[in-house]
């Protein structure tokens, strides 16, 4: 994923320029004023345009047009310069409307007759004013509104392209994650077959040599021969676990609710043939429901299991204990317990990995692969697994699990 | 003794070609054994071509057949086989060394008779191709128009 965090910025810089140039046209597109000397100039030139054109009106003999003129001039103060500049212009013009058309003229003023006509201009000029201003902070708000939407959107286009870019990624991400797949699938493969072939044919001929020569080897060459064909065996054991493992990693998980109680119970069952002779006592409390793939989950059960089984061989009776401790909300989490040969705490970080052993093979026999598969199957489910144990006193293996959702408070009696 | 069929081994690699045949020598089950050593040759003996023009006309009783081969492969065989009248009704016998599900799934879907994964304990091994012998070539009877002879 580093690859791509350069390009995000690169994106991130391209956006801001792209809103900041959207800004800057929309700003030209507003026409305001913004200096105070041209905004007042503006209000003092609007209302001598305005009381020029009246007087002009007024020697070529059209009356009363000096109210609408003047009551203009306030309107595009109110509009282009705003408020300070609006209430200027309505002063200078009452001003310029007391002296110029109200009784008496060319006097600052007023006669009883024109007060009301006065009066009616200064209200007119108050309402135009304010009608303008209203306006004016609409239209702004509006501006502002669509400005936003404008920006939201330039900014949305770009996240969608970096969301069409990170996606692509991905896809080829999964699609070369495919191809290592098959070549690891391929690479199994022939592990399985050209690895055993050769395997296979050392056993075959160290027995055909045993047999045919062992009248004649001396008891030293006899047990070469015999190591010979134990190492060969424990190779291919070792191919087999190897290939299960890997096929564990590549296997699609089958996920479906999944009852421990019972599949524990079968798994008790099966073991049959290694626990007969032996004093074990077992106890099986009550198991949730859990969300997972029944096969895999059996093979877990059956690896913790049958090591419990193995590792209490010395002990009469063995006690085996598999139940359900406090999980969290919507994980299960189950324990086997047992009273074995345990471990060092020191080394437990090493149970859990491939062809690791804790014990010599005179002591028990195994490969090391049983624990390894067990976490790879958890870790599949969203689950952890860990163990708890002192040397000579048992282990504890504790492994977490989604919950059934249909089945999350339900024991495994329930539904049986 | 009953009535010894013949067992046709397709097999590329001579060392698994001595061991089988051990085994099979063991049981006295080897006198009637065809061994090719490729898919190709397979074909050839059974179309009796090739080599094998002046080989009487008649099918093995039983194939035993790798599936890892030079030039034609077993699963290719196996199909070409299952697709011909003359051929299909010859009993096959997969016999290798792959366990993989993929190739066991094949195998049956093409209609193989049976899947052996050959044994890496040499005991097992001479176990499984005897048994092999015994019930392919003695005791199951062959389709009609196959090779069997009393011994």
Same mark, same amino acid.
């Given at each position: 994923?580093?690859?791509?965090?350069?390009?995000?910025?690169?994106?991130?810089?391209?956006?801001?320029?792209?809103?900041?140039?959207?800004?800057?046209?929309?700003?030209?597109?507003?026409?305001?004023?913004?200096?105070?000397?041209?905004?007042?100039?503006?209000?003092?030139?609007?209302?001598?345009?305005?009381?020029?054109?009246?007087?002009?009106?007024?020697?070529?003999?059209?009356?009363?047009?000096?109210?609408?003129?003047?009551?203009?001039?306030?309107?595009?103060?109110?509009?282009?310069?705003?408020?300070?500049?609006?209430?200027?212009?309505?002063?200078?013009?009452?001003?310029?409307?007391?002296?110029?058309?109200?009784?008496?003229?060319?006097?600052?003023?007023?006669?009883?007759?024109?007060?009301?006509?006065?009066?009616?201009?200064?209200?007119?000029?108050?309402?135009?004013?304010?009608?303008?201003?209203?306006?004016?902070?609409?239209?702004?708000?509006?501006?502002? @509104?669509?400005?936003?939407?404008?920006?939201?959107?330039?900014?949305?286009?770009?996240?969608?392209?970096?969301?069409?870019?990170?996606?692509?990624?991905?896809?080829?991400?999964?699609?070369?994650?495919?191809?290592?797949?098959?070549?690891?699938?391929?690479?199994?493969?022939?592990?399985?077959?050209?690895?055993?072939?050769?395997?296979?044919?050392?056993?075959?001929?160290?027995?055909?040599?045993?047999?045919?020569?062992?009248?004649?080897?001396?008891?030293?060459?006899?047990?070469?021969?015999?190591?010979?064909?134990?190492?060969?065996?424990?190779?291919?054991?070792?191919?087999?676990?190897?290939?299960?493992?890997?096929?564990?990693?590549?296997?699609?998980?089958?996920?479906?609710?999944?009852?421990?109680?019972?599949?524990?119970?079968?798994?008790?069952?099966?073991?049959?043939?290694?626990?007969?002779?032996?004093?074990? =006592?077992?106890?099986?409390?009550?198991?949730?429901?859990?969300?997972?793939?029944?096969?895999?989950?059996?093979?877990?059960?059956?690896?913790?299991?049958?090591?419990?089984?193995?590792?209490?061989?010395?002990?009469?009776?063995?006690?085996?204990?598999?139940?359900?401790?406090?999980? *969290?909300?919507?994980?299960?989490?189950?324990?086997?317990?047992?009273?074995?040969?345990?471990?060092?705490?020191?080394?437990?970080?090493?149970?859990?990995?491939?062809?690791?052993?804790?014990?010599?093979?005179?002591?028990?026999?195994?490969?090391?692969?049983?624990? =390894?598969?067990?976490?790879?199957?958890?870790?599949?489910?969203?689950? *952890?697994?860990?163990?708890?144990?002192?040397?000579?006193?048992?282990?504890?293996?504790?492994?977490?699990?989604?919950?059934?959702?249909?089945?999350?408070?339900?024991? @495994?009696?329930?539904?049986? | 003794?009953?009535?010894?069929?013949?067992?046709?081994?397709?097999?590329?690699?001579?060392?698994? %070609? &001595?061991?089988?045949?051990?085994?099979?020598? &063991?049981?006295?089950?080897?006198? &009637?054994? %065809?061994?090719?050593?490729?898919?190709?040759?397979?074909?050839?003996?059974?179309?009796?071509?090739?080599?094998?023009?002046?080989?009487?006309?008649?099918?093995?009783?039983?194939?035993?057949?790798?599936?890892?081969?030079?030039?034609?492969?077993?699963? &290719?065989?196996?199909?070409?086989?299952?697709?011909?009248?003359?051929?299909?009704?010859?009993?096959?016998?997969?016999?290798?060394?792959?366990?993989?599900?993929?190739?066991?799934?094949?195998?049956?879907?093409?209609?193989?008779?049976?899947?052996?994964?050959?044994? %890496?304990?040499?005991?097992?091994?001479?176990?499984?191709?005897?048994?092999?012998?015994?019930?392919?070539?003695?005791?199951?009877?062959?389709?009609?128009?196959?090779?069997?002879?009393?011994?």
């Amino acid at each position: 994923m580093n690859k791509s965090l350069p390009m995000t910025d690169h994106l991130q810089a391209s956006t801001d320029i792209g809103v900041r140039r959207t800004l800057a046209r929309w700003d030209g597109e507003s026409q305001r004023i913004r200096s105070p000397v041209l905004r007042y100039g503006f209000s003092v030139v609007s209302v001598a345009i305005g009381l020029g054109l009246a007087l002009t009106f007024q020697y070529y003999q059209f009356r009363d047009v000096e109210v609408p003129i003047l009551a203009l001039s306030i309107a595009l103060t109110t509009w282009y310069a705003g408020v300070g500049p609006a209430a200027l212009a309505i002063v200078l013009s009452t001003a310029g409307f007391d002296y110029f058309f109200a009784e008496p003229i060319y006097s600052f003023s007023v006669s009883s007759k024109d007060l009301p006509y006065f009066l009616v201009f200064l209200a007119w000029g108050l309402i135009v004013a304010s009608f303008s201003a209203v306006r004016r902070r609409i239209e702004d708000s509006l501006r502002q @509104a669509r400005d936003h939407l404008q920006v939201e959107l330039e900014q949305r286009k770009h996240r969608e392209d970096e969301i069409r870019k990170l996606n692509q990624e991905l896809v080829r991400q999964a699609a070369e994650l495919e191809a290592s797949n098959k070549e690891l699938e391929s690479f199994a493969y022939s592990v399985s077959h050209d690895l055993r072939a050769p395997l296979r044919h050392v056993v075959g001929y160290s027995e055909l040599l045993q047999k045919q020569a062992s009248s004649l080897l001396d008891d030293k060459s006899r047990r070469y021969m015999q190591t010979i064909l134990e190492s060969s065996k424990r190779m291919g054991n070792l191919i087999d676990d190897l290939l299960g493992f890997s096929r564990i990693g590549r296997a699609e998980t089958k996920k479906t609710a999944v009852n421990l109680e019972q599949l524990i119970r079968q798994v008790v069952a099966e073991l049959g043939q290694e626990t007969s002779g032996r004093d074990i =006592a077992w106890k099986i409390g009550a198991l949730p429901v859990c969300y997972g793939d029944r096969s895999m989950l059996k093979v877990v059960l059956v690896n913790l299991v049958s090591n419990a089984v193995k590792f209490t061989r010395m002990r009469a009776p063995a006690e085996i204990e598999i139940g359900c401790a406090d999980g *969290k909300e919507n994980q299960v989490e189950v324990f086997v317990r047992d009273n074995g040969a345990g471990f060092d705490m020191q080394y437990a970080n090493k149970l859990f990995g491939v062809f690791q052993r804790l014990h010599r093979s005179e002591e028990f026999e195994g490969t090391g692969i049983g624990l =390894a598969t067990a976490q790879r199957i958890i870790h599949r489910h969203g689950g *952890k697994i860990r163990a708890e144990g002192a040397v000579d006193q048992g282990a504890t293996f504790y492994f977490s699990l989604p919950k059934a959702y249909d089945g999350s408070e339900k024991t @495994a009696g329930n539904i049986r | 003794m009953n009535t010894l069929g013949r067992i046709l081994m397709v097999e590329d690699d001579p060392r698994d %070609v &001595e061991l089988t045949m051990t085994a099979l020598e &063991e049981y006295n089950l080897a006198n &009637e054994v %065809v061994v090719t050593r490729d898919g190709k040759e397979a074909l050839d003996y059974l179309y009796c071509r090739g080599e094998f023009t002046s080989r009487s006309n008649d099918n093995p009783a039983v194939m035993l057949l790798d599936l890892k081969l030079p030039k034609i492969d077993g699963l &290719e065989v196996l199909q070409q086989i299952r697709s011909d009248d003359r051929l299909k009704m010859i009993p096959v016998v997969v016999l290798t060394s792959s366990h993989e599900e993929k190739d066991m799934i094949r195998s049956y879907q093409l209609g193989v008779n049976a899947y052996v994964v050959k044994p %890496v304990d040499f005991h097992e091994f001479v176990n499984a191709v005897k048994e092999l012998g015994v019930f392919w070539a003695v005791i199951n009877q062959p389709p009609p128009g196959s090779i069997k002879k009393v011994p």
